[in-house]
């Protein structure tokens, strides 16, 4: 199984970047679906997080301003990143939690992607 994100880069404060994230593999299911970010000397932290079913959360930070989307069957989820802040500037990287294959049942990472908003 193989995390693979798209998007990111450079925006200005108040503009929109827009990230995706597909899963690739013989995979049976996803339970959660979401995106962290990570600044230098912090830890990593929630960002927006979607099930299987549609449910969403979201950091309190980015509510109002982010939405997560999913497709299911093709396994993608979809950071849209509106009114972006200087403070959103972070590393950002898809998860997939709860990916069932035939033989396991695991947790992954994609590669981060780097999200810098200028003020």
């Known amino acids: 199984v193989q995390l693979q994100a798209f998007g990111g880069g450079l925006a200005q404060a108040g503009g929109s970047l827009r990230l995706s994230c597909a899963a690739s593999?013989?995979?049976?299911?996803?339970?959660?679906m979401g995106w962290y970010r990570q600044v230098p000397g912090k830890q990593r932290e929630l960002v927006a997080a979607?099930?299987?079913?549609?449910?969403?959360d979201y950091a309190d930070s980015v509510k109002g301003r982010f939405t997560i989307s999913r497709a299911n069957a093709k396994n993608t989820v979809v950071l849209q990143m509106n009114s972006l802040k200087p403070e959103d500037t972070a590393v950002y990287y898809c998860?997939?939690?709860?990916?069932?294959?035939?033989?396991?049942?695991?947790?992954?990472w994609g590669q981060g992607t780097q999200v810098t908003v200028s003020s």
């Open positions: 998860a997939a939690i709860g990916v069932q294959t035939m033989t396991s049942k695991y947790d992954y």
């Open positions: 593999g013989n995979i049976f299911s996803i339970n959660v």
């Open positions: 979607i099930t299987s079913g549609g449910s969403t």
